[in-house]
């Protein structure tokens, strides 16, 4: 089956920091890739979609200034969170959809805490 | 703004119990999946259901998606504790970016 890995799976830093997040499809090219966000107990908010070899799209309420996406390759998208303070702590999922783009796969997740 | 509204919230059985999870939206949905997530992991897709009135089985789980393609349902018969986790339907608008839903959490108590 389709395997998205993300690195790394915990991150720990201080506030006023940037922090990136690798996505990575491991057996298949993947166009499109998504960013979410889970906080606590809750369900997953879409953040943006990644688009290779294009500027990534942000849903409405997410600063694309503060969460920077890089779509560089087929297998490939990062996400950075610039200057990270402590609310910006949460769970970061990453999904991969296949080029017949009918199904997407989950990475692990990265879990980012910010002192 | 599209919501998909799940309940229960939160579901504590006893093992052998069955269950129903609902997902209800007023939006129509052109697929709808469902995912069983647990702590620290990413969800992992359980079924991906497409057509209105469509059912579909897995094993002791059995889904159904609405014939007007706004809701769904998912029943588990003889829960284990194994089943325990967080349920997430998820709905295609037609854009292929899923909505999810808000999440049931479930306790199967051996």
């Known amino acids: 089956g389709a395997v998205v890995s993300q690195h790394p799976s915990w991150v720990i830093c201080k506030s006023g920091t940037s922090v990136k997040i690798e996505c990575r499809s491991l057996?298949?090219?993947?166009?499109?890739m998504f960013w979410y966000r889970q906080f606590p107990k809750q369900s997953l908010m879409l953040m943006a979609t990644?688009?290779?070899?294009?500027?990534?799209?942000?849903e409405q309420g997410v600063e694309k200034d503060k969460f920077l996406i890089n779509h560089a390759s087929l297998t490939l998208s990062t996400l950075t969170v610039t200057s990270a303070h402590p609310e910006d702590s949460s769970f970061y999922i990453c999904?991969?959809?296949?080029?017949?783009?009918?199904?997407?796969?989950f990475g692990p997740g990265t879990r980012l805490t910010v002192l | 703004t599209q919501l998909l509204e799940q309940s229960p919230q939160f579901l504590s059985i006893q093992e052998g119990e069955n269950l129903t999870v609902y997902c209800n939206s007023s939006?129509?949905?052109?697929?709808l999946q469902w995912y069983r997530q647990e702590p620290g992991e990413g969800p992992v897709l359980l079924v991906t259901?497409?057509?209105?009135?469509e059912v579909k089985k897995l094993k002791r789980l059995t889904f159904q998606f609405g014939d007007a393609r706004k809701d769904s349902s998912l029943h588990i018969t003889a829960a284990q504790p194994g089943d325990t986790g967080l349920y997430l339907c998820?709905?295609?608008?037609?854009?292929?970016?899923?909505?999810f839903g808000t999440g049931t959490r479930l306790k199967v108590l051996a």
């Open positions: 999904s991969a959809m296949g080029l017949a783009g009918d199904e997407q796969f």
């Open positions: 057996d298949f090219q993947a166009t499109t």
């Open positions: 990644s688009n290779e070899g294009s500027k990534a799209t942000y």
């Open positions: 939006s129509v949905f052109s697929s």
């Open positions: 259901v497409v057509t209105g009135g």
């Open positions: 998820a709905g295609d608008p037609g854009t292929y970016k899923y909505i």
